[in-house]
């Protein structure tokens, strides 16, 4: 899992991971996220 507080979106995480376990949702769908950065 990724800290949503460290994350703001690039996708680079999502672009190294071989097994494609990672995925981007909008930040509005996440109250954590909505009012980070």
Avoid: F, H, T
């Avoid at 979106?9 to 981007?24: E, M, P, Q, T, Y």
Wanted: glycine letters at 6%.
């Amino acid at each position: 899992m990724v800290d949503q507080s460290y994350c703001y979106g690039c996708g680079i995480c999502r672009a190294v991971c071989k097994s494609n376990a990672i995925r981007l949702e909008e930040r509005a769908k996440s109250p954590v996220a909505a009012n980070l950065w």
